[in-house]
C-alpha cells in the first residue's frame, strides 16, 4: 500500500509536496477506513479535490512516474517549467509484506539520469517510535554512498546513472540489492492507473471470457450499477440478434480506449429483457465506463492492488460513486487501496463516509501549488468530525476553489508560502 509521495520539481509542483495515506489514529471514527499492520495504520481510500487545472492530475502523474520508474519502463516525467533545475525529485513510501520502506529517486531529465537513490527500511515500534535503516544510499552530486558490501561501495562512483542501480548491475550478486529489486518491483507491480475518461476495456474483455469466481463478482457489480440490465456475457460475435460491421459501428463518443480489438469488444454484451446487445454501442457512457472499471475494483479488492482513479465521478451517479469508495473503506476489505480525484462534492462527507485525513485539496495561486489534507484544519478553525464539510468546501473556506484568496490564511500559518503576504503578517 502507498504510505507517502513525494514530489519536487515535478509537473506543476515546483516546491516539494507530501501526499500521505498515513492514519491518525487519535481518532478512532471510521476504523475500518483503516489498514492496520505492524503498528503501521494507512488509510484504504483517499479523495483529491481541487479546481480544473490545479494540478490533481499532475498528482496521479507523480504516482504513474513513480511505477515506470521502478518497473523498468521509460519514466514520463517533466520537471517543472518555471524551474531552471533538470532534476525531478521523487519519493515513495510504503508498505510491502507488512514492512515499511522508503524510496527516493532523482531524474536529471535534461541528462537522462538518476544521480541519486536512497532506499531505506523504517521500523516502528508499539509507542510509534520509529528507527530507519539505509539499505542503499547513491548521491553522485555529494559523492556519498552507503551500502553493506564493500566491492559494491567502491563501484558505486563508476557505474552508470542511466538507470535505477539494480538495473544496471546483476541484481543477484548482492544479496540486498536483489531483495530490494524484488519488494519495489512487487509493489511498483500492483498499481493501476485509471483515466475515466479514456478506460482500456481489455482488461474486462479478457476477465470475462472465462468462468471464474472473479468473473462473476465482476458481472455482478455491473449488474447493480444498471438497474435495468437483466446480465453482462461475454458471447460470440454470431450470436448477437443484431448484425454488426465493425467497420461501421464504432461508439460516437471517446468515452473508452478504443484500440483495433473492435470484434472482442462487440462480444461484451449487456442483457436487457432477455435480449443481449453490444455494451459498446447501445449502453451510455456510465454504463460502459463502469463496465471498464469493474475489473480494476474487483480484482483490485481481491488481490489487495492499489488502484489509483483521475475524475471518479465522470459520467457516474454519485451514488454510485459512494458505493465504490465504501467498497474499499469497508472492513472486509483488508489490504486495497484506491486513490481518486474527484468534484462530486457528495463525496466530501465525514460524517458518514470519511476521516478527515482521508479528504485531500489541490491548490494553486499565483505562487505555487499546494497539497494538504482536510486533517490539517483544526476544530479552532471551525472543522470537526462533526461539520457539514461540503457546506465549508461550498463556501470556500477550505480552498481549493477557483479563488485563489480564499486559503491565503492557512497557506501563510503553515508556511507554505515563498513570501509573506502583504496584509500585516
Same mark, same amino acid.
Given at each position: 500500500m502507498l504510505i507517502e509521495l513525494r514530489a519536487k520539481n515535478c509537473f506543476s509542483f515546483s516546491d516539494e509536496i507530501i501526499f500521505s495515506a498515513k492514519a491518525d489514529m487519535r481518532s478512532k471514527k471510521f476504523a475500518s477506513n483503516v489498514h492496520s499492520e505492524n503498528h503501521f495504520n494507512i488509510l484504504k481510500a483517499i479523495g483529491i479535490y481541487?479546481?480544473?487545472?490545479?494540478?490533481?492530475?499532475?498528482?496521479?502523474?507523480?504516482?504513474?512516474?513513480?511505477?515506470?520508474?521502478?518497473?523498468?519502463?521509460?519514466?514520463?516525467?517533466?520537471?517543472n517549467i518555471f524551474q531552471e533545475s533538470a532534476i525531478c525529485q521523487l519519493g515513495i513510501t510504503f508498505l510491502e509484506e507488512g514492512r515499511q520502506f522508503s524510496y527516493d529517486f532523482w531524474y536529471d531529465?535534461?541528462?537522462?539520469?538518476?544521480?541519486?537513490?536512497?532506499?531505506?527500511?523504517? *521500523?516502528?515500534?508499539?509507542?510509534?517510535?520509529?528507527?530507519?535503516?539505509?539499505?542503499?544510499?547513491?548521491?553522485?552530486?555529494?559523492s556519498d554512498y552507503q551500502y553493506d558490501s564493500e566491492d559494491l561501495l567502491k563501484m558505486m562512483p563508476f557505474i552508470s546513472q542511466s538507470n535505477l542501480l539494480f538495473y544496471l548491475l546483476d541484481a543477484n550478486k548482492?544479496?540486498?540489492?536483489?531483495?530490494?529489486?524484488?519488494?519495489?518491483t512487487k509493489f511498483a507491480s500492483k498499481i493501476d492507473i485509471v483515466n475515466m475518461?479514456?478506460?482500456?476495456?481489455?482488461?474486462?474483455?479478457?476477465? *470475462?471470457?472465462?468462468?471464474s469466481d472473479l468473473q462473476k463478482k465482476v458481472v455482478e457489480f455491473i449488474k447493480n450499477a444498471d438497474l435495468y440490465m437483466d446480465d453482462f456475457e461475454?458471447?460470440?460475435v454470431d450470436q448477437l440478434h443484431i448484425k454488426i460491421d465493425p467497420n461501421e459501428e464504432k461508439p460516437e463518443e471517446?468515452?473508452?480506449?478504443?484500440?483495433?480489438?473492435?470484434?472482442?469488444?462487440?462480444?461484451?454484451v449487456s442483457v436487457y429483457k432477455g435480449v443481449p446487445v453490444p455494451s459498446v454501442l447501445f449502453d451510455s457512457t456510465g454504463t460502459k465506463k463502469i463496465a471498464a472499471l469493474a475489473s480494476y475494483i474487483i480484482e483490485g479488492i481481491e488481490q489487495g492492488r492499489i488502484l489509483v482513479i483521475d475524475e471518479l465521478d465522470s459520467s457516474i451517479h454519485f451514488k454510485l460513486t459512494r458505493a465504490i469508495v465504501a467498497m474499499f473503506n469497508n472492513e472486509l476489505n483488508t489490504n486495497a487501496q484506491m486513490i481518486f480525484t474527484v468534484h462530486d462534492i457528495n463525496l466530501m462527507d465525514c460524517k458518514r *463516509?470519511?476521516?478527515?485525513?482521508?479528504?485531500?485539496?489541490?491548490?494553486?495561486?499565483?505562487?505555487?501549488?499546494?497539497?494538504?489534507?482536510?486533517?490539517?484544519?483544526?476544530?479552532?478553525?471551525?472543522?470537526r468530525d462533526t461539520t457539514d464539510i461540503m457546506e465549508k468546501y461550498r463556501k470556500g473556506v477550505l480552498g481549493a476553489l477557483p479563488d485563489p484568496e480564499l486559503i491565503r490564511s492557512l497557506l501563510s500559518i503553515k508556511g507554505n508560502r515563498k513570501e509573506a503576504l502583504d496584509h500585516g503578517e
Open positions: 481541487g479546481p480544473n487545472n490545479a494540478g490533481k492530475t499532475c498528482l496521479v502523474k507523480c504516482i504513474r512516474s513513480a511505477k515506470n520508474i521502478l518497473l523498468n519502463q521509460k519514466p514520463r516525467i517533466m520537471r531529465e535534461k541528462n537522462k539520469e538518476y544521480p541519486y537513490e536512497k532506499f531505506s527500511e523504517i *521500523m516502528k515500534d508499539q509507542y510509534g517510535n520509529e528507527k530507519e535503516n539505509v539499505w542503499l544510499l547513491k548521491d553522485v552530486i555529494n548482492f544479496g540486498q540489492l536483489a531483495e530490494m529489486k524484488r519488494i519495489v475518461n479514456n478506460i482500456p476495456l481489455k482488461r474486462t474483455i479478457d476477465l *470475462m471470457k472465462n468462468q461475454c458471447v460470440d471517446k468515452a473508452l480506449d478504443i484500440p483495433e480489438r473492435i470484434l472482442d469488444q462487440m462480444r461484451l *463516509m470519511f476521516r478527515k485525513e482521508q479528504i485531500w485539496f489541490v491548490h494553486k495561486d499565483e505562487n505555487g501549488v499546494y497539497v494538504y489534507s482536510l486533517a490539517e484544519f483544526t476544530a479552532q478553525q471551525g472543522v
